[in-house]
């Protein structure tokens, strides 16, 4: 299925959402001089470098929980430093704030849909043209909302009138809390040079650490 995007449809949004993980506080109240003393209490790390904790650990752990931004960026960070060749790969967050850095080279990169609460990954054909050529790898959906249009246009550079989309032939999954792992496997498949819609995933065992 091939979807055009116009330049009318490419708006900006209002502000980012917070992606970063907050730690707690718990206040102290001493009653005889009325000081308020706070103390964070930090989460242990899971993968300190990756900037990931033992909640995140939980997350992949947990067959019905979604997978959320830390693993995500986490995960195109290690792609990143293995396929230095692979472009793309931004933090998720700039699909928030439409922060992309423009790219001009193919690129890989997963996007979450805020409009349908949802990870998908995406790759580009042809940059540099008249009109860029976007494939999209969706585990569920064959349409694209105007948040996932937007972050493309974003990407690839809102300047060009048109914007073609492809949507692949790829597995679907089964229910509704897996589509990061998929996503993430899609952006694997595609950093290793092949094509995610040629693979059969297991998704049973896509959560074993």
């Given at each position: 299925?091939?979807?055009?995007?116009?330049?009318?449809?490419?708006?900006?949004?209002?502000?980012?959402?917070?992606?970063?993980?907050?730690?707690?506080?718990?206040?102290?109240?001493?009653?005889?001089?009325?000081?308020?003393?706070?103390?964070?209490?930090?989460?242990?790390y899971?993968?300190?470098?990756?900037?990931?904790?033992?909640?995140d650990?939980?997350?992949?752990?947990?067959p019905?929980?979604?997978i959320?931004?830390s693993?995500?960026?986490a995960?195109?960070?290690?792609?990143?430093?293995?396929?230095?060749?692979?472009?793309?790969?931004?933090?998720?967050?700039?699909?928030?704030?439409?922060?992309?850095?423009?790219?001009?080279?193919?690129?890989?990169?997963?996007?979450?849909?805020?409009?349908r609460?949802?990870?998908?990954?995406?790759?580009?054909?042809?940059?540099?043209?008249?009109?860029?050529?976007?494939?999209?790898?969706?585990?569920?959906?064959?349409?694209?909302?105007?948040?996932?249009?937007?972050?493309?246009?974003?990407?690839?550079?809102s300047a060009?009138?048109?914007?073609?989309?492809?949507?692949m032939?790829?597995?679907?999954?089964?229910?509704?809390?897996?589509?990061?792992?998929?996503?993430v496997?899609?952006?694997?498949c595609?950093c290793?040079?092949?094509?995610?819609?040629?693979?059969?995933?297991?998704?049973?065992?896509?959560?074993?650490?």
């Amino acid at each position: 299925m091939e979807v055009a995007l116009r330049k009318k449809e490419f708006s900006e949004r209002k502000e980012p959402l917070q992606m970063d993980k907050m730690s707690e506080k718990a206040i102290e109240i001493n009653d005889g001089d009325q000081c308020l003393q706070s103390a964070e209490l930090e989460e242990p790390y899971w993968i300190k470098d990756l900037l990931l904790y033992d909640s995140d650990k939980r997350v992949l752990e947990s067959p019905t929980t979604w997978i959320n931004g830390s693993i995500i960026d986490a995960s195109q960070e290690l792609l990143g430093l293995k396929f230095k060749h692979c472009k793309g790969l931004q933090s998720v967050a700039c699909g928030y704030s439409m922060t992309f850095c423009i790219q001009r080279r193919e690129f890989v990169q997963i996007l979450y849909d805020e409009v349908r609460h949802h990870w998908l990954a995406i790759a580009s054909v042809s940059i540099g043209k008249d009109e860029p050529v976007v494939n999209v790898y969706d585990s569920m959906f064959h349409t694209a909302s105007s948040h996932v249009k937007k972050q493309i246009a974003c990407i690839v550079n809102s300047a060009y009138p048109r914007i073609k989309i492809n949507f692949m032939d790829v597995i679907v999954q089964n229910g509704s809390d897996d589509c990061g792992l998929f996503a993430v496997a899609y952006a694997t498949c595609i950093c290793h040079g092949k094509k995610p819609e040629k693979y059969v995933f297991d998704q049973c065992l896509m959560r074993t650490i």
